[in-house]
Structures are given as C-alpha cells and as structure tokens.
T-cell receptor, first 117, second 115 residues
C-alpha cells in the first residue's frame, strides 16, 4: 500500500538552531512530494515541492527539503529556526505509475514544531 | 482578500440538523476539494470536483454531499448531522494546468461542532 509517514508527532528546537522535520514515503512510480505548513486557526499553506531535478528544493520562509530516493525520504529543513516557525507541518505525496495515470494525494499525519525562545 | 473563502468560520449545531458549508474562490482554479481534519488523523478527503460537471467521492464521503454551483463555488452539506462529524473542515483548490505537480490552496477552515 502506498503511504507517507511523519515519524515524529512533535519536534522541539531552540530558536537559532537548525531544524529538521522528517518525512518518508512508500509509493510505486516516481513520487511528487509536497510540504505544507498550518499556523493556528489557519488553513494549510504550500511551502515547497519536489517533482524532478535537483534533490535540494528551496521554498517559502527559508525552508528547504532534500529528496533522497534511496532512503525514500523528503525531510524539511531550515538552517536557523524562528519562534514564528512554530506550527503544524504536513508532508504529502502523489505517485504516478509508468502510464502517468492520476493518483490521489496521500497526506502524512503532521508534525507539530515548537521553537523555543 | 482571501483567495479561498469558507463560510461560516465556526458553527455549533444539534444532532439531526442539516448544515451547509460554503466555499468560494477567486483563483480561477478548476479543481476543488473538501477535507476534514481531526486530531491524530490528519487530513481526509471527503469529495473533490475537477470541474462543474465532475464530482467524485473521496475516502470518507458517507454522510456528506456536495454541490458545485459554479467554477468558483463548491458547497458541502451534512444532511443529518451527527456528533462524530464534529471536526475542522477545509476547502482547497488547485490549478488544472500541470495536474500532478500543482499544489493545493486552502481556505482557513470551518470549525463545526455537533452537540
């Protein structure tokens, strides 16, 4: 079965330290990978995506993510965390088979990031 | 102004009542979606529409119905609300162009409580 996992329910980091939010996936075919952020009382906002090309993808608010095909991972990173980065982060994957047929978007359960002053 | 607007933002109602949640968008996107979010369960797709004449069930459509009144409007109805439909509901849109690599754009949600 195709799936996406965010192994950590919560991540705590100190302001100014680097942060990593983990995502691994299991799909057939080439994956299209996405990261979204949800601030309190708001809808999800798109951060970045990997479709093809460079394994390091840069996105909004200074975030980046590294696609690792051999480890089937797409971890979200930021070199220096801000208190305002505290939010809920979702990873999602869309898999295509070789025929290019549509596949649904599969969502992770989310990781709560807390950045402490 | 928000590109994807959901109304109401909050609603408290009683078991058995009919409820409609509305979504309108100014992004010009063909595709629209309804999700519910529950703690610990993430996002689950209820219904989606790829254009005005195309409506599809998601993974948890039982107890829900939808109407795509226009390209810009997509409403979700609970015909007879029950307490386990208490959740945060999101509408989202995406562009048809490029199909698989397009991100989704979300409204700010409707918090629905059914007593």
């Amino acid at each position: 079965a195709q799936s996406v996992a965010q192994p950590e329910d919560q991540v705590n980091v100190a302001e100014g330290n680097p942060l990593t939010v983990k995502c691994t996936y299991s799909v057939s075919g080439n994956p299209y990978l996405f990261w979204y952020v949800q601030y309190p009382n708001r809808g999800l906002q798109f951060l970045l995506k990997y479709i093809t090309g460079d394994n390091l993808v840069k996105g909004s608010y200074g975030f980046e993510a590294e696609f690792n095909k051999s480890q089937t991972s797409f971890h979200l990173k930021k070199p220096s965390a801000l208190v305002s980065d505290s939010a809920l982060y979702f990873c999602a994957v869309r898999a295509l088979n070789n025929a290019g047929n549509n596949r649904k978007l599969i969502w992770g359960l989310g990781t709560s990031l807390a950045v402490n002053p | 102004d928000a590109d994807v607007t959901q109304t109401p933002r909050n609603r408290i109602t009683k078991t058995g009542k009919r409820i409609m949640l509305e979504c309108s968008q100014t992004k010009g996107h063909d595709r629209m979606y309804w999700y519910r979010q529950d703690p610990g369960l993430g996002l689950r797709l209820i219904y989606y529409s790829f254009d005005v004449k195309d409506i599809n069930k998601g993974e948890i459509s039982d107890g829900y119905s939808v109407s795509r009144q226009a390209q810009a409007k997509f409403s979700l109805s609970l015909e007879s609300a029950i307490p386990n439909q208490t959740a945060l509901y999101f509408c989202a849109t995406s562009d048809k162009a490029g199909t698989y690599n397009q991100p989704q754009h979300f409204g700010d949600g409707t918090r629905l409580s059914i007593l």
